[in-house]
């Protein structure tokens, strides 16, 4: 009797079979489309914090730097003459402008100080000011006009972020005042893409 038993057990199964596989593969996708929503707005506000948080800090290595330094420091984006431009959705950068000129000239002992890559392709990053930002040695803004950027994500527009600027020179970031999950400026009104 113990063979027979023994007999039974020799093989035992391996493997799954095609009916498991399908519910598997039918539980996997209900489980990838519920997710997938929620993980696309999540990677999306972790993007808008990370540019946003890299912004901030780029603002006030400028306005530092310009303190430290003793003489204006700009920032904006440059474009191939190495004239400041309005696409803030490219690289940016930092330079001693000694001459006030508005153009990064290496030749007359200005200085690069730092460059942030440009943001990600579709996103976009507005600047309600000038084509630059300039800070005096004092620490203020050189047009001493208060000024926003606007970060909006592609097709996510209720994660707008911002960063506004005061004639004195202070950065501040949005944040979300009364918890609804949209950003807000320091009166209480949501941010809105341009």
């Known amino acids: 009797m113990s063979r027979i038993f023994l007999a039974k057990f020799k093989h035992p199964q391996q493997g799954i079979t095609i009916i498991e596989l ?3 593969i039918a539980v996997l996708g209900i489980i990838t489309a519920i997710a997938m929503p929620s993980l ?3 990677l999306a506000g972790m993007r808008v914090d990370n540019e946003i948080s890299q912004l901030h800090r780029l603002i006030l290595s400028t306005r530092n730097t ?9 920032l904006c984006p440059l474009d191939n003459t190495n004239t400041c431009s309005n696409n803030w959705d490219q690289e940016l950068s930092v330079f001693i402008d000694i001459d006030g000129d508005n153009i990064y000239e290496p030749a007359t002992n200005e200085i690069l100080i730092k460059v942030k890559q440009g943001i990600r392709a579709n ?3 507005t600047y309600a000011g000038f084509n630059r930002i300039t800070f005096a040695p004092t620490g203020q803004l050189t047009a001493a006009l208060n000024s926003t950027f606007i970060y909006c994500p ?3 527009d209720d994660l707008a972020r911002a960063i506004y600027i005061s004639a004195s020179g ?3 970031q949005s944040s979300d005042i009364d918890s609804d999950g949209t950003e807000e400026d320091r009166n209480g009104n949501p941010i809105v893409c341009p």
Do not use: I, P
């Not at 310009?66 to 700009?74: C, D, I, M």
């Open 123 to 125: 996103d976009t990053l």
């Open 170 to 172: 202070r950065a501040y």
């Open 22 to 24: 399908m519910v598997s």
């Open 40 to 42: 696309n707005q999540f």
């Open 154 to 156: 592609q097709d996510n």
């Open 66 to 74: 310009a303190v430290s330094k003793e003489l204006n420091v700009t």
